[in-house]
């Protein structure tokens, strides 16, 4: 191993203090809570995974009771947390392991790495803390730790920056103490090489930092591309009949999969705000008949990794006789809306529908 990649490993270890962030799924060595842990963190901070890892522990202390949970309730537990495939492939991944490997999870990085929605990192985190297998952990807090120790410009987001961020990382790992190193490289991106406000002052790696000497710690990692957002513009329409009113299943290969909603128009985006639609349009478009616009909101925003959603909702009444065929919505108490999973979007406007426009 270089000189300087056993001093980075070695300083790093020494800095570590598995006490310093206590989380409750540190020094875990069951692989099931394990791999819940990392399914919800992906692409969610700890501070908001926390208490979902806590209550899905709760309600599924197995993976046979994950398996055999009914998809509405696991979706309802997920409910906020987004990326909802994560959930999907939990789910997939736990009625495999319940059913087709009586229970046993995985041990080897492999067979891990097979499981749906696991991908490499989190299969080097499994391997690693579970059964102390060799494999390192590469993520967003690695790549910014590497990149600025190490003085690498090459994008973390090209097939050769992966590749070679990857191997530094395998080269850097200390085969002894795999789970050990892993947990502290991420924890020390988490709190001392932050995206902002790095803490270089105190840092244990300063004297042998690139980008400190190079005054370019804000400049690294590098990404090729930044991300062009879509724009998608969602009206939707509380059918309200008496106490009742209509929701449906997101069944398509959408956004939001298997969560629930009210009837939707969607439209093109011209400007930044979706229009607000008259009730004319909206039955000519929907087919609909009979309609009674109450009330429209005003615009709601919800920001996802590929597209910003603006969304309006309309308080519509129907008359008693007014019905929707099965793939259109089915009639629920009002009084039980809150017993399905929607998303993020709806669920702002349940909270706060005090946001009308008229
Ligand atoms: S000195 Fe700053 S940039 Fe370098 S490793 Fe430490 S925290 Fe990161």
């Known amino acids: 191993m270089p000189e300087n990649h056993r001093l980075f490993t070695k300083t790093l270890l020494d800095w570590y203090d598995p006490k310093a962030r206590p989380l409750p799924w540190k020094g875990e060595d069951n692989p099931y809570f394990i ?86 990192y989190t299969a080097a985190a499994i391997s690693s803390f579970a059964f102390n297998l060799p494999h390192a952990v590469v993520d967003g807090n690695v790549y910014r730790v590497l990149a600025r120790y190490f003085g690498i410009d090459e994008p973390t987001d090209t097939t050769s920056g992966k590749k ?40 244990p790696l300063r004297e042998s930092c690139y980008a400190i000497a190079n005054e370019n710690v804000y400049d690294l990692p590098v990404k090729s591309k930044k991300l062009k957002k879509k724009t998608r513009h969602f009206h939707y329409l509380f059918l309200n009949k008496n106490e009742k009113v209509f929701i449906r299943k997101r069944v398509t290969n959408d956004i939001w999969r298997n969560l629930y909603e009210t009837p939707l128009l969607e439209t093109t985006p011209d400007g930044k705000l979706p229009e607000v639609l008259d009730i004319a349009f909206i039955e000519s478009k929907t087919g609909y008949s009979g309609l009674r616009l109450v009330r429209c909101s005003k615009p709601f925003k919800q920001e996802l990794t590929h597209r910003t959603i ?22 629920i108490e009002r009084s039980e809306i809150r017993n399905f999973a929607f998303p993020k979007i709806i669920d702002c406007y349940l909270n706060d529908n005090s946001l009308y426009l008229f």
């Open 310 to 331: 603006w969304a309006r909702f309309y308080e519509v009444e129907v008359s008693d006789h007014f019905f929707l065929p099965e793939n259109e919505g089915k009639e």
């Open 35 to 120: 791999w819940l842990s990392e399914i919800i963190l992906q692409q969610t901070r700890v501070e908001q995974g926390r208490d979902y890892y806590i209550k899905f522990k709760e309600h599924y202390p197995t993976v046979h009771d994950l398996a055999d949970a009914p998809e509405d309730e696991l979706m309802k537990h997920w409910e906020g947390l987004g990326y909802y495939s994560r959930a999907r492939n939990l789910h997939t991944a736990a009625k495999h392991i319940s059913k087709e490997l009586n229970g046993e999870f995985p041990d080897t990085y492999k067979d891990i790495l097979a499981l749906k929605g696991v991908g490499p």
């Open 164 to 203: 070679r961020f990857a191997q530094l990382a395998d080269d850097l790992l200390n085969p002894k103490k795999p789970g050990i190193y892993n947990q502290a490289i991420m924890d020390f991106g988490a709190t001392v090489c932050k995206p902002k406000a790095a803490l270089c002052n105190t840092c």
